[in-house]
């Protein structure tokens, strides 16, 4: 499950210290030994640290706020200078401030809105024009089931995850004749840090609403986005795969 040439396939993990990210990060590395995972980082960075010094040769750190254009243009540059090319982008880093919208401050939905669609965007257009001299690219954007099935509370992240669909959506056709393909997954509860916030009277709840009665685990994300970044899936493009154990 190489890319277009054999040797190294590089990747661009996006939120690579949380937990999806993380999980996505180590699965590439144990499924594919040509994968040289760069891990995208902001603040935190000690979980990514340690599955760098687990795969020293094939995996690294490297700076990225996804909200700042620069901080994209350094990590493409750096990417591409040690690699000679970037093949796999997975745009995973988000966040949720929920309020509903009559108490919503500025801030939680100009930062929503910030990190969890500007960024794809700005993500998307800083790896686009090395794709398309490579021929060949693969971009998986992290929706969310909020896209499609938004709880109470959550306008901003809702329109933001919606968002991130119809861009992904738009922009497969844009480079569909390229070699690229442009995917995004609606992941519905997945045990990371971001459910952490749940009691365990509200987590039970919610299991009560999932048809497998249980969340998703990394893996079971990340398997999809493996699948969706892999050299055979090049017919797939402008989907949005929904991983959320039968919800909707
Ligand atoms: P986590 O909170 O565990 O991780 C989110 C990661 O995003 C963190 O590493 C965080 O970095 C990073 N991040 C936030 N803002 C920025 C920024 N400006 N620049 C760079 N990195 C940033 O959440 P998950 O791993 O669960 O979520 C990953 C993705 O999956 C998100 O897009 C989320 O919306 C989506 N998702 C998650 C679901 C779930 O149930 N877990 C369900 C549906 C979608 P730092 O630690 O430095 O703040």
Same mark, same amino acid.
């Given at each position: 499950?190489?890319?277009?040439?054999?040797?190294?396939?590089?990747?661009?993990?996006?939120?690579?210290?949380?937990?999806?990210?993380l999980?996505?990060?180590r699965y590439?590395?144990?499924?594919?030994?040509?994968?040289?995972?760069?891990?995208g980082?902001?603040?935190?960075?000690?979980?990514a640290?340690?599955?760098?010094?687990?795969y020293?040769?094939?995996?690294?750190?490297?700076?990225?706020?996804?909200?700042?254009?620069e901080?994209?243009?350094?990590?493409v540059?750096?990417?591409?200078?040690?690699d000679?090319?970037?093949?796999?982008?997975v745009?995973?880093?988000?966040?949720?401030?929920?309020?509903?919208?009559a108490?919503?401050?500025?801030?939680?939905?100009?930062?929503?809105i910030?990190?969890?669609?500007?960024a794809?965007?700005?993500g998307?257009?800083?790896?686009i024009?090395?794709?398309m001299?490579n021929?060949?690219g693969?971009i998986?954007?992290i929706?969310?089931?909020?896209?499609?099935?938004?709880p109470?509370?959550?306008?901003?992240?809702?329109?933001?995850?919606?968002g991130?669909?119809?861009l992904?959506?738009?922009? +497969?056709?844009?480079? +569909?004749r390229?070699?690229?393909?442009v995917? +995004?997954?609606?992941?519905?509860y997945?045990?990371t840090?971001?459910?952490?916030?749940?009691?365990?009277?509200?987590?039970?709840?919610?299991?009560?609403?999932?048809?497998?009665?249980?969340?998703?685990?990394p893996?079971?994300?990340?398997?999809?986005?493996?699948?969706?970044?892999?050299?055979? +899936?090049?017919?797939?493009?402008?989907?949005?795969?929904?991983?959320?154990?039968?919800?909707?």
């Amino acid at each position: 499950m190489s890319g277009k040439t054999a040797g190294v396939r590089s990747i661009l993990i996006t939120g690579a210290n949380g937990g999806l990210g993380l999980g996505i990060a180590r699965y590439f590395l144990e499924k594919d030994p040509d994968a040289k995972v760069w891990l995208g980082v902001r603040s935190n960075r000690g979980n990514a640290e340690a599955l760098v010094r687990d795969y020293p040769d094939r995996s690294a750190l490297v700076d990225l706020d996804v909200t700042a254009k620069e901080s994209w243009e350094n990590a493409v540059a750096t990417i591409t200078a040690a690699d000679g090319r970037l093949d796999v982008l997975v745009n995973n880093a988000g966040l949720h401030q929920d309020h509903l919208l009559a108490a919503m401050p500025d801030e939680a939905w100009s930062s929503v809105i910030s990190t969890n669609l500007d960024a794809v965007f700005l993500g998307c257009r800083a790896v686009i024009r090395p794709m398309m001299l490579n021929r060949f690219g693969r971009i998986v954007n992290i929706a969310s089931l909020s896209a499609i099935l938004p709880p109470l509370g959550q306008t901003n992240y809702a329109a933001a995850k919606a968002g991130v669909v119809a861009l992904s959506q738009t922009l +497969a056709k844009e480079v +569909a004749r390229s070699g690229i393909t442009v995917n +995004a997954i609606l992941p519905g509860y997945i045990q990371t840090e971001a459910l952490a916030h749940m009691d365990e009277e509200a987590a039970k709840r919610a299991k009560a609403g999932i048809p497998m009665r249980r969340f998703g685990t990394p893996s079971e994300v990340a398997a999809a986005v493996f699948f969706l970044a892999c050299h055979d +899936a090049a017919y797939v493009t402008g989907s949005a795969l929904k991983i959320d154990g039968g919800i909707f």
